[in-house]
Each structure stands twice: as C-alpha cells, then as structure tokens.
C-alpha cells in the first residue's frame, strides 16, 4: 500500500494526464467527490468506486490503482 492516500493518488494520475503539475489542477477534486469520503471508503474495505472529473472517467481499484479513461476517447 502507498504512503499517499487514494485522492492524492487520483490528483497525481489526473495531473500527468494533463501534463501538469497537480498544484496546477483547475478543478478541485470535491467538486466531483469528497476526497475524505474517498480516502476513508479505501481504508475501510475493498471496494471499486468510478466518478467523472476533468473530462475523464475515474476509476480507483480495489488495489487502489486509478485508472483514466478521457471523455472524449468514449
């Protein structure tokens, strides 16, 4: 398991899509999901949750992987 929680990890995997730095985000991650509601579901079981942000689709494993799917490549 990471040192970074699971929004960190969603904040990270969307800022390299971008090609910028997650400081750089124009969109704060809560507009979409609570980053603690997030962070506290993952620490408590195994679950797989998928959200829209950015023009992506969002999706954390249940190994806490997050994957990206652009909006646009659907």
Do not use: C, W
């Not at 809560?30 to 829209?52: C, G, H, M, Q, W």
């Amino acid at each position: 398991m990471s040192d970074h929680s699971v929004s960190e990890a969603v904040l990270a995997a969307i800022a390299e899509a971008e090609g910028v730095d997650v400081k750089a985000l124009d969109t704060p991650l809560y507009e979409s999901i609570s980053p603690e509601a997030l962070d506290k579901l993952f620490r408590n079981s195994p679950v797989e949750v998928t959200f829209r942000y950015m023009g992506y689709i969002v999706t954390v494993t249940p190994e806490q992987e997050v994957e990206l799917v652009s909006i646009d490549d659907r």
